[in-house]
């Protein structure tokens, strides 16, 4: 029991009650049993009084009157001795105090009193005095004659003795019945407090014991155990409490559930959740979160979510702005390290203030962003020899280009391609060639100066770039050294399989902006030079004049013959089959396009498609292709219910026509096929051109049914948090990469990694130019879904495609063994 518990306060109250009222009680019982009691001892002593008086009086009476018959004889006869001895006797009677006898004269014949008086009274009371007259003997023949007079004095102090010993008595009574009463009261007092002590407690208890049960059901409560009802028992003001307690226990563990069960959700998830109010202020974190950046919950809540953002990246962080959108950021966690996210943020919508506020989604893309920049390494630079590959050489030209052009200064490209190198492949075989070809890299970096720039354009072929060259004078003469020291470096012996192998290579020079003012030109007046010293025979250089370049004469010639080939019919699509990896099944096919120019043979299309590119002649040709294969289509489905989905190749050119949408959509209207049998592939330099513009256009197209894909995917610049805006389907890993990849590490783990994100954002994944069984081994032990190349068949006529289709429907499969 505690010092201000229930038990105490009721009995102390109910002690202080029964206190005050017992006082009560026993003060009234005294004053009304002492009044009473003053009033009853006063009246039976004045009662008292009176009988004694009258007592007396009867007393005296008789007695005067029995004595006054007494001496009636003596005295008539005037016996005086006997009147004496009579009134002797009678005044030996304690009660009288004198007697006096008169005659009838009124002469005193007798008078004596008592000398001594009663003992005990101080002041002896007055004596009753009374007298009877003396007759003479009645006699009827007589008259009555007076004799005489007695007078008697009674003594009152018998009496007032008595009054005085009842007082006494009355007194002693009265004290006794007092002390009595008191005790009564006392114990009537004692008991009623000790009554009202016991029914308090009884109270208390009985108040008090459910109260504890709700203090401890409650206390339950507030450790989170929602799980033990209230028993409501009680009908009073208790039990109305109980229920209502009990109301709050089923809601609390109707929201506990909720809530434990969002949190088990938010918990289990592996992107890290942090919320916050709409300032920014984190409120919530989820497990994933606490170990992505290090920090515990108390740690983290109340912060800024500007405080896990990266220095770096705080500039471009507006909260409103990050709550609307997807984004790739950096965090920095408890212990300082940074580390590249998803961040996608989304608003609370609620009218309720307090839940008001925004979500925040971060997943780790450490390794995805590592992947990236591995397949960005490997996009741009050759694996063979470590430098820049031709798309690499190329962006760097292009930006040395514009700085000298800034700083009015001059840049001069070197074009090498090894002589004859072909007989090193056929000799020593490719294994060696590849073993010069980096010996040969090593040598020419270690001669030349250390801000030239060296990349490998093709097989043999070789760049290499000086920046900031002076205007005015002559770089003739310090280009023509280090040529000459190129070629000394090359015509140094290489050692094949313990034989010395003696090479040559041909350098061609271009300036600009003396000889091109841009790359593209800069590279073919470069290799115009180097072709023109080739043709004299090898292990030389030469300086570009306009004149060397007959490959610029050829490309006039091609562009002016392509204008005419589509009203020749020159052109040609063929059909190379897709076919699914699971089992060699033929899925579809790519629509690839040829030239047959006579007394050319077939152009590739990387040679003519890039000058239709230039005067916009590949709209035309785009839409000749798109009518060829939806016209192919239409003929395939009249023997064949399903012939697969084919893509075409769209270029940059083709989409940014802005009827563009309508003249497909009239293509596939004309030839009445449905877009859905058809793919359209597009390479991510096409898509990053106009982000914004293409993703309304991919939607578009995307609505219309068509599959979009990206085409030789890893070998551009886009990165795939922007890819992801796109509708895209399929990703197509370009053959550059799918060659080394059951042998080359590197390239094992580009292809690896872009299967996995293509499962991940949940799109097909195309191997393209699959042209081994090793390949097919390595890419279906990946799970890679699809494939096309040489292994399952060169690009075919659309009747070569249809035969193989109709082979597959009656169940002969051409590609069985490989799937065996
Ligand atoms: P692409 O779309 O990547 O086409 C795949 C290229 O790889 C084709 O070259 C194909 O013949 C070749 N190839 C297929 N299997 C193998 C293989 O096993 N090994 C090797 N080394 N190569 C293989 P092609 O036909 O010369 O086409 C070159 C590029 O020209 C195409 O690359 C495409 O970007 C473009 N192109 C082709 N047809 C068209 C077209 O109709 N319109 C447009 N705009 N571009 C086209
Ligand atoms: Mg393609
Ligand atoms: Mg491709």
Redesign the pocket.
Known sequence: MTAHSLKTKYTLTALAFGIVFALLLAAALIYQYRGEMLRLSFASLTTLEERLEANLRENANETAVQFAERVSEPLAERDLQTVQRFAAEILDRPDVESVEVTDATGTVVFAQSDSAPLAGSAVPPAPFEISAVVHTAPDARQPNVKLGVVTLKLSRAQDAQTLANLTQDLKHTRQDSFSSLAFTALLVCLLLIFASLVVAWFMARRVERPISALIKNADRIGQGDYTRPFGVVRKDELGELQEALERMRQKLRQTTITKNYLNIVLNSMNDAVLVTSPDGTIKGVNEAARKLLGYSEEEILGKSILHVIAESEQANFAIDQAAQETRETVVTTRSGQTIPVSFSGSQITTEDPQFQGNIFVARNITDRKRAERRIRYLARYDALTKVPNRMQFQHLLQQSIARSRRQDRVTALLYIDMDRFKEVNDTFGHDSGDRVLEVLTERLTRTLPKETVLGRLAGDEFALFLEGLPTDADNRGPIAHLARQLLAEVGKAFYVETQEVFLTASVGVALCPQDAENVIDLIRNADAAMYYSKQNGGNSFAFYSPEMNAAAVERLMLKSKLRRALEREELV??Y?PKVDLKDGTIVGA?????WRLPGHGDI???QF?PL??ENNL?LD??EW?LNRVCSDYRQWQRQIANPGRV?????LR?LRQTTFITRFKSVFAHHEVSPTCFEL?I?ETTLMADIKRTVKLLDELYAMGLHLSI??FGTGYSSLSALQQFPIGTL?I??SFV?NAAVDASDATIVKTIIDMGRSLNMEVVA????SEQQLTFLRAHRCSFG????FG??MTPQDLLGLLLEQRTGQKRLEKLFA
Not at 768 to 771: A, F, L
Not at 788 to 791: A, D, F, K, N, S
């Open positions: 699509l063929v190379q790519e629509a690839l396009l040829r590739p299309p990387s498609i239709a590119e590949i040709i785009g292709v893509s075409i190749n769209l270029s083709q592939e390479t085409d030789d197509k370009d053959q060659r393209e130019g699959v042209e096309q190349g040489r292994l060169d690009a």
